[in-house]
């Protein structure tokens, strides 16, 4: 057998090429070098979406690749490690979409002998894919078309069997909404639209089950430091989130005054305290709950008279159905969490886009009288209308930025997206290493793939003036996401390791073998962000799209902790050259090919 493409322990060795149109299926073996070079996750999937495309396409193309892609740890009993990567073109962006998500659908994909499932063409009638042991089928899913994603995962058990595990889309996915989700186990991925990319290849959902396990390079090892990570996850660090979970966080940001309200116009929202219950609230409990394998147990379900069956709910649904769209009933805002459940829409982009017609509304853009910050029915009445393309819902159901180059006037000033993607619950101006982490991002504006949050909140750095010393440490977070996201883990495990570049290493080496240091896997690190940019490049990027919009540039904030904050674009401009510079990119961003070659990138050129 040929040592290079002979299994390394934690992986099977191969991905899986899909192809709906033919109904074909083709193992795809994977080079040894390249599971120490990407790890797996995101940066195995970026490398594996650099293999499977070249040059421009659409990214609702029907022949447009979406991975799923696991990692070496997936299968081991390390906690936190029951995840998937998700990644494409987005749609919403048109640039990587690299999504994560923990689910029982993890731990059964990886089972089926593939490191990675890669699915292109499209259909000829509403599909689901089912992969086990015995090989692919395709399954007719008319019936559970325009279903719910619950609704259809009951279903296709049901009728398949309890073994398998299912990702599906909703009616949003299937009325190709640009941040249309991928929903498994009551959560999702997705965000930057990969349910779109699954509703145009008519991929109404896929079901795994197997019994192929991978070997793991130092079994006894590997369980002993397991038992003891998972007590560490259970201590004092991680007891914020298990206790209180992250709806609190709105507090936190309210009082520093980083909170987003009415699309960014305002960075504290009087009503703050209306949207966090009290943990001891009569009317709305709460039960807490896991994701597989883990044992930090930071998801909070609340339950209350409007949704008795309860709903998850977290601190960015929370800020963009609640704060950002001056909505203060907690109510509300769980009932429109549960109604994007139901369609299968990322809650960000789906508050974003409402809060952003409210302003335009308000302005006097947009014909809507009923659509104004704080109407509780219109939010409502527009998260239905977006999911089915419905009047007004059918131009905010491509984002804010799309939606404000159709409205015109001065509407892209104030559209909150960088790249597209619409922006979390952080306020740039307030958090301003945060705001370079959003700038210069390959997915846009995302918290998940830049930590440079943590070094606003920490005291390395004034947050509301910042300078190009911040730059490297927003560097060193965005180093440290990429390999969490490639190995995969939890960001909550980050307070549970005393030395995380060490703790990492332990684990690749217990699961795979491979013996690095911080410094290999900083590497790695920056390869795969390397990689990440590369395919933007393909697709069209261009240095003008690493900024903010208009309204962080040129407005200060005007009442609360962050009262008078504002990063000017001069400002914003040097840190990103200072940035590309230690990326050892153009000054202006672009990656030459002396360090493509250099990073190994590619297998095929």
């Known amino acids: 057998m040929d040592h290079r493409t002979t299994p390394v322990p934690g992986y099977h060795g191969r991905y899986l090429r899909i192809d709906l149109s033919s109904q074909s299926v083709v193992p795809v073996p994977i080079p040894r070098a390249v599971y120490r070079r990407f790890i797996g996750g995101v940066g195995l999937g970026t490398w594996i979406l650099l293999q499977e495309t070249d040059g421009t396409y659409d990214a609702l193309a029907a022949d447009a690749p979406l991975a799923f892609v696991f990692s070496p740890l997936v299968g081991s009993p390390l906690t936190t490690s029951a995840k998937f990567a998700v990644l494409c073109k987005s749609p919403l962006t048109s640039r990587l979409n690299d999504s994560l998500a923990s689910s029982q659908f993890a731990l059964s994909g990886k089972k089926t002998g593939y490191d990675g499932l890669l699915i292109r063409g499209q259909a000829a009638e509403p599909t689901c894919l089912l992969i086990d042991d015995d090989g692919v089928r395709f399954e007719s899913a008319d019936d559970v078309w325009g279903l719910s994603p619950a609704t259809t995962t009951s279903m296709l058990r049901n009728r398949f069997g309890r073994g398998y595990h299912f990702a599906a889309i909703g009616p949003a996915g299937e009325n190709l909404i640009r941040y249309a989700t991928i929903s498994h186990d009551g959560r999702h991925a997705g965000r930057g639209g990969s349910g779109a990319v699954m509703g145009v290849k008519q991929l109404k959902a896929i079901g795994v089950a197997g019994q192929r396990r991978t070997s793991f390079a130092d079994p006894r090892q590997l369980s002993t430091y397991s038992k003891s990570l998972s007590r560490l996850s259970m201590g004092p660090a991680t007891a914020k989130y298990r206790e209180l979970g992250t709806v609190t ?357």
Not at 370 to 376: A, E, K, S, Y
Not at 431 to 436: F, V
Not at 479 to 503: N, V, Y
Not at 531 to 540: T, V
């Open 249 to 605: 966080n709105l507090l936190t940001f309210n009082r520093l005054g980083t909170l987003p309200t009415r699309n960014f116009q305002d960075s504290t929202f009087d009503s703050a305290t209306s949207l966090v219950p009290p943990m001891d609230d009569a009317l709305t409990t709460r039960t807490r709950a896991s994701c597989a394998a883990c044992t930090i147990g930071c998801e909070h379900i609340f339950h209350s008279p409007g949704q008795p069956d309860g709903v998850r709910l977290e601190y960015e649904s929370l800020f963009a159905l609640g704060s950002l769209c001056g909505i203060d009933d907690f109510d509300t805002v769980l009932q429109a969490a549960s109604m994007c459940d139901e369609f299968g829409m990322d809650t960000i982009s789906s508050g974003s886009s409402i809060a952003f017609g409210m302003e335009c509304a308000e302005r006097g853009l947009l014909d809507a009288p009923d659509l104004r910050f704080g109407n509780n029915r219109a939010l409502l009445a527009s998260l239905k209308d977006i999911a089915f393309r419905r009047g007004l819902g059918d131009l905010l159901a491509n984002g804010t930025r799309d939606a404000a180059k159709h409205i015109g006037g001065d509407a892209a000033d104030f559209a909150p997206h960088v790249k597209g993607l619409e922006i979390p619950g952080y306020e740039p101006r307030a958090l301003q290493t945060m705001a370079l982490g959003f700038a210069v991002n390959a997915r846009g504006a995302d918290h998940n793939r830049s930590g440079a949050y943590q070094i606003d909140f920490s005291d390395q750095v004034d947050r509301m003036h910042i300078d190009r010393q911040a730059v490297k440490l927003a560097i060193d977070t965005e180093d440290e996401a990429a390999i969490m996201d490639s190995l995969i883990l939890c960001k909550f495990l980050r307070g549970a390791l005393t030395d995380r570049w060490a703790s990492m290493s332990d684990m690749l080496k217990m699961t795979t073998g491979f013996v690095t240091d911080a410094e290999e896997l900083t590497d790695a690190a920056q390869r795969i962000i390397s990689a990440k940019k590369l395919f933007n490049i393909r697709q069209g990027w261009s240095p003008a799209e690493d900024t903010l919009p208009k309204r962080f540039l040129t407005s200060s904030l005007t009442s609360g902790a962050s009262q008078g904050a504002v990063i000017s674009q001069d400002q914003l401009q040097e840190l990103i050259t200072e940035y590309n510079r230690l990326r050892q990119w153009s000054p202006e961003g672009w990656i030459g090919d002396d360090l493509v070659r250099t990073w190994q990138l590619l297998d095929r050129e």
